[in-house]
């Protein structure tokens, strides 16, 4: 299992982050996500639901349910999301009751053969 680390905050700040893997990959990558508020640690609240979400080159869609420890999310990289090589652009969603807190766009880069 490959695992990949990237920062991410929930203020749009101009740094994107970016990750990479290639066309078909699916449960070989781990994604480690340590989540800011500015420049700050962002906790995720207890009993909030973290999903990993975004649309592939080709349009396709997915939403990925998260677990989290803290200001760190993880998730898998499924097939799903590399179907198609190209930019796929994601985010986090984070739900806590009625409130939803995405993150800034993370760029998934999906290089094919």
């Known amino acids: 299992m490959i695992t990949q680390r990237a920062n991410v905050n ?6 994107v982050p970016e990750l990479s893997c290639s066309k078909g990959d699916n449960e070989s990558r781990t994604v480690l996500l340590t989540i800011y508020a500015g420049e700050e640690l962002f906790r995720i609240p207890a009993g909030a639901q973290v999903y ?3 649309t592939a080159a080709d349009g396709t869609t997915f939403r990925k349910p ?7 999310v993880t998730t898998e990289i499924t097939s799903d999301m ?18 939803l807190i995405r993150s800034q ?7 094919g053969i």
Do not use: H, M, S
Request: aromatic share 8%; glycine share 12%; net charge negative.
């Open 105 to 111: 766009n993370i760029k998934l880069y999906v290089e």
């Open 82 to 99: 590399t179907a198609q090589d190209g930019v796929t652009r994601c985010e986090l969603a984070i739900v806590n009751g009625t409130e």
């Open 10 to 15: 929930l203020i749009p700040n101009g740094i």
């Open 66 to 72: 998260c677990t989290y420890d803290g200001a760190v």
């Open 52 to 54: 990993f979400q975004g």
